[in-house]
């Protein structure tokens, strides 16, 4: 079935360990996403690509990294883990067409103590 | 950056119809998004508009005025299923899409 694997679903962290989350689409859209979701805040950009090679910084960046080796993988890295990084985490893709409709993936839920 | 407001919680009886507003400020606009997310589930797309009007799908609607800077999603007969939260997106003239808060729908029986 197409589309967005996140992994993992749900991991829990000590405060300055690394961390990667896992995203891969098989859409072959161009554009991917990572969202954090927190309770009254909604959900908030963290990075993006619109394509293999590129990145840019979203609305929340500070404490996370991101890269986009191939079209179909993008993987978000929490260098050293902080409390308030506490979130769960949506990857999504858009295929740059039309109206650039978002796919999300499942999430991954992280706590970080 | 984006400031998109919506109500935070809505009920309504099952059979009803419930309209969701928001309303939003933005630099440059490509478009705005309603999504529904059911507890503990990702996003899914509901509907798209871009020009100002209603864009009608089964029993959901989106009804869009860019002067205003707002927009609502109407929900017809209300069923249990539809219980959810549903977020409003605007599109910058960045193309990068910006979420509210989302609003918590509760549909009782």
């Known amino acids: 079935i197409a589309g967005i694997t996140q992994a993992p679903t749900s991991q829990i962290l000590a405060a300055g360990r690394r961390m990667t989350l896992r995203c891969t689409q098989d859409?072959?859209?161009?554009?991917m996403y990572w969202y954090r979701q927190d309770l009254g805040l909604g959900l908030r950009l963290i990075h993006y690509?619109?394509?293999?090679?590129?990145?840019g910084k979203g609305e929340v960046p500070d404490g996370y990294s991101v890269s986009r080796a191939n079209t179909d993988d993008f993987p978000l890295t929490l260098a050293s883990a902080v409390p308030s990084q506490t979130s769960v985490y949506f990857c999504?893709?858009?295929?740059?067409?039309?109206?650039?409709?978002?796919?999300f993936g499942a999430g991954s839920r992280l706590t970080v103590l | 950056g984006q400031n998109i407001d919506q109500p935070t919680e809505m009920t309504a009886t099952e059979g009803a119809i419930v309209q969701i507003n928001c309303t939003y400020q933005?630099?440059?606009?490509?478009?705005l998004f309603w999504y529904q997310q059911h507890a503990g589930e990702a996003p899914t797309f509901l509907s798209y508009?871009?020009?100002?009007g209603l864009e009608e799908k089964g029993r959901f609607s989106s009804f869009l005025s860019r002067s205003k800077g707002y927009s609502y999603l109407l929900l017809k007969e209300l069923q249990m299923k539809d219980s959810a939260s549903y977020l409003c997106?605007?599109?910058?003239?960045?193309?990068?899409?910006?979420f509210g808060a989302g609003t918590t729908v509760t549909v009782r029986a």
């Open positions: 690509s619109n394509t293999a090679g590129t990145t």
């Open positions: 933005t630099s440059g606009f490509n478009g």
């Open positions: 997106a605007v599109r910058d003239g960045d193309y990068k899409l910006s």
């Open positions: 859409m072959r859209h161009n554009a």
């Open positions: 508009n871009v020009l100002d």
């Open positions: 999504a893709s858009s295929d740059s067409t039309g109206a650039n409709v978002l796919t």
